[in-house]
């Protein structure tokens, strides 16, 4: 089956074109700003080079954050609206909190009895998630301090993952940290494929997003 799953929740636009595991493509490009204007032309080049079409397709996936406002929104604005143009294709939301607890299940020996998922808010917080040893969640999405962090992971081993982590451990903690798998981001292909494992379990959720935050705007 071919999958395509993108990302523009974080600062850049990331594509994957699949058959099954198999990654036939991908378009990777860091930008703070324009992702909804390169999200469809690298989608339909993806599919030229591969001469394919959407309605080729048999699953979609999309990040559902968290990330910023304008990324989030865009991501599922287009997949709602391929989805729309493509009755018989179906089209699931993952966050990016379980694709990055999806990528320890490739290295077994880095999970630890808590997992946190650690991603950035370009704040002073994190975006934060803690997984079980069978990376089953622990806890619900949320945005956190580190002292709040620090005190929810004491007196058990730790493996944190993301891209938060850097900055997160950039100072002691005192943890008990049992692996540490530092991203720049969220990779598409393990995105694509905790979708695609969704779409085998039958477990797919529509595309929601995932805010934690009120946007830094509001209109009234």
């Known amino acids: 089956m071919y999958t395509i799953a993108f990302d523009t929740t974080a600062a850049g636009c990331s594509v994957a074109l699949t ?40 699953l979609l996936t999309v990040c559902v954050g968290p990330g910023s406002f304008t990324g989030v929104r865009s991501s599922i604005s287009a997949a709602r609206a391929f989805g729309l143009a493509c009755p ?16 320890l299940s490739w290295t077994p020996d880095q999970i630890a009895a808590l997992n946190a998922v650690i991603i950035e808010t370009k704040r002073e917080d994190f975006y934060f998630q803690i997984f079980d040893e069978h990376l089953n969640k622990l806890t619900e999405p949320e945005a956190a301090n580190r002292e709040d962090i620090i005190a929810r992971l004491r007196d058990r081993k730790v493996t944190f993952i993301g891209d938060g982590v850097e900055r997160f451990l950039s100072a002691p903690t005192g943890l008990s ?5 530092m991203k720049p981001h969220l990779d598409i292909e393990d995105l694509a ?26 209109v009234k």
Do not use: W
């Open 88 to 103: 018989e294709l179906t089209v699931g939301g993952v966050s990016a909190f379980d694709a990055y607890a999806y990528s």
């Open 193 to 218: 494929r905790c979708g695609l494992r969704k779409f085998n379990r039958k477990t797919v959720d529509f595309p929601k997003p995932l805010y934690l935050r009120a946007p830094d705007v509001c």
């Open 19 to 58: 058959q099954d595991e198999r990654v036939l493509g991908r378009y990777v490009e860091q930008m703070d700003f324009g992702q909804a204007e390169v999200l469809i032309p690298a989608i339909q080049n993806l599919l030229n080079e591969h001469n394919l079409q959407m309605t080729d397709l048999g």
């Open 177 to 181: 940290i049992h692996a540490i798998i």
